[in-house]
């Protein structure tokens, strides 16, 4: 049976909201863990923001005449596969964590464009407005976890080879001092 313009934005809506939830949870986790403090706080703003965008989308979908499901039936982990969690040091965990996240910011990136074509072929200027907001923002974001990557991986690089120090990296030795 076909939808309607105005279903199937709802629909999306809260698929949405349910990703911003989940990755929410997941951000938090990944903000708990570790001790590179520039890190978790990127992860946790980036955990505050997807919680206001899961507000926004809600506010919307209820304009819409639509209300939230509480369906977890495109939650974070659905999006982007898991990064094995094959790291042994804290350092590698962090960088795994980097990765999913950045992965997970494109995924979105590419599901606000769909939700904001969707609403622009169903003339709906205030949603197509709403994901365009959104779909900028999880572009900062993943730009802003793709920062990290490369030093991150340098850190890893140096805790998991001490006889083969990069010295162009700041890193913690085995004692825990930066050096």
Do not use: C, W
């Amino acid at each position: 049976m076909a939808e309607t313009g105005t279903n199937l934005l709802r629909r999306y809506l809260d698929e949405a909201i349910a990703a911003a939830s989940g990755f929410e949870a997941q951000l938090r986790k990944f903000a708990a863990e570790g001790d590179d403090e520039d890190v978790q706080a990127a992860f946790a703003a980036h955990a505050d923001e997807a919680r206001y965008q899961a507000e926004r989308l809600a506010r919307r979908l209820q304009q819409m005449g639509g209300s939230v499901s509480g369906s977890e039936h495109a939650s974070a982990k659905d999006i982007v596969p898991p990064i094995p969690q094959t790291g042994r040091r804290e350092e590698e965990r962090t960088l795994q964590h980097l990765i999913a996240t950045f992965g997970e910011e494109s995924s979105e990136s590419a599901f606000y464009e769909v939700l904001a074509a969707v609403a622009a072929a169903s003339r709906d200027a205030e949603t197509e407005s709403l994901a365009r907001q959104i779909q900028a923002e999880e572009q900062r974001a993943a730009k802003k976890f793709f920062s990290f990557i490369r030093s991150r991986s340098k850190i890893a690089f140096n805790m998991l080879t001490p006889n083969e120090l990069d010295p162009a990296v700041e890193t913690k030795a085995f004692d825990n001092p930066v050096v």
